[in-house]
T-cell receptor, first 114, second 115 residues
Framework: GEDVEQSLFLSVREGDSSVINCTYT??????LYWYKQEPGAGLQLLTY?????DMKQDQRLTVLLNKKDKHLSLRIADTQTGDSAIYFC??????????????FGTGTLLAVQP | GAGVSQSPSNKVTEKGKDVELRCDPI?????LYWYRQRLGQGLEFLIY????????KSGLPSDRFSAERTGESVSTLTIQRTQQEDSAVYLC?????????????FGPGTRLTVL
């Protein structure tokens, strides 16, 4: 199947670290992505990781990939109230060698308490 | 243009009517995608265009749904005889894939409400 699963909700206090988890299904996915959706706005790509990497760091963001367990996580250091949003992980699904479609997770609502 | 645009931003219609949703991709992006996001849920893939052909229509939920694209430009998603379960936000994305990397740029969506 093409299920990408995430926990629905995470609440943290400002300044703490947030960890959002995702499990995916297709071991042939070449790239995995994290998107952010703020209220009333479209999705924006936050970061991505290539499948041959274990970790990628980008300022306050750290992505960890465990291919064996098909587990992806996004850590946000020093979480701010502006980080409150829904976070989606997505895996790419190759389609006949042409452009990949993305299979999205259900999304995790991150609520940051001041 | 600067980004992906969609119109209308909101559409309220009566059950049984047809609706057309429009997407203007980023200029030069060869790939275009339609997704649906129901309330409180993730995104469901509907259809993907490469140029004006649609190699993957596997996500269209029924034959009431159709889409077309003019060249590498505007796309229209049409829903005929709308039903209440069609109520959702319809998102369009475009991309210019590089190898297997495919960053998709999303529009703000069209919120469809079927009464």
């Amino acid at each position: 199947g093409e299920d990408v699963e995430q926990s629905l909700f995470l609440s943290v206090r400002e300044g703490d670290s947030s960890v959002i988890n995702c499990t995916y299904t297709d071991s042939s996915s070449t790239y995995l992505y994290w998107y952010k959706q703020e209220p009333g706005a479209g999705l924006q790509l936050l970061t991505y990781i290539f499948s041959n990497m274990d970790m990628k760091q980008d300022q306050r963001l750290t992505v960890l990939l465990n291919k064996k367990d098909k587990h992806l996580s996004l850590r946000i250091a020093d979480t701010q109230t502006g980080d409150s949003a829904i976070y989606f992980c997505a895996e790419s699904m190759p389609h006949g060698g042409a452009t990949n479609k993305l299979i999205f997770g259900t999304g995790t609502l991150l609520a940051v308490q001041p | 243009g600067a980004g992906v645009s969609q119109s209308p931003s909101n559409k309220v219609t009566e059950k049984g009517k047809d609706v057309e949703l429009r997407c203007d991709p980023i200029s030069g992006h060869t790939a275009l995608y339609w997704y649906r996001q129901r309330l409180g849920q993730g995104l469901e893939f509907l259809i993907y265009f490469q140029g004006n052909s649609a190699p993957d229509k596997s996500g269209l939920p029924s034959d009431r749904f159709s889409a077309e694209r003019t060249g590498e430009s505007v796309s229209t998603l049409t829903i005929q005889r709308t039903q209440q379960e069609d109520s959702a936000v319809y998102l369009c994305a475009s991309s210019f894939p590089s190898g297997s990397y495919n960053e998709q740029f999303f529009g703000p969506g069209t919120r469809l409400t079927v009464l």
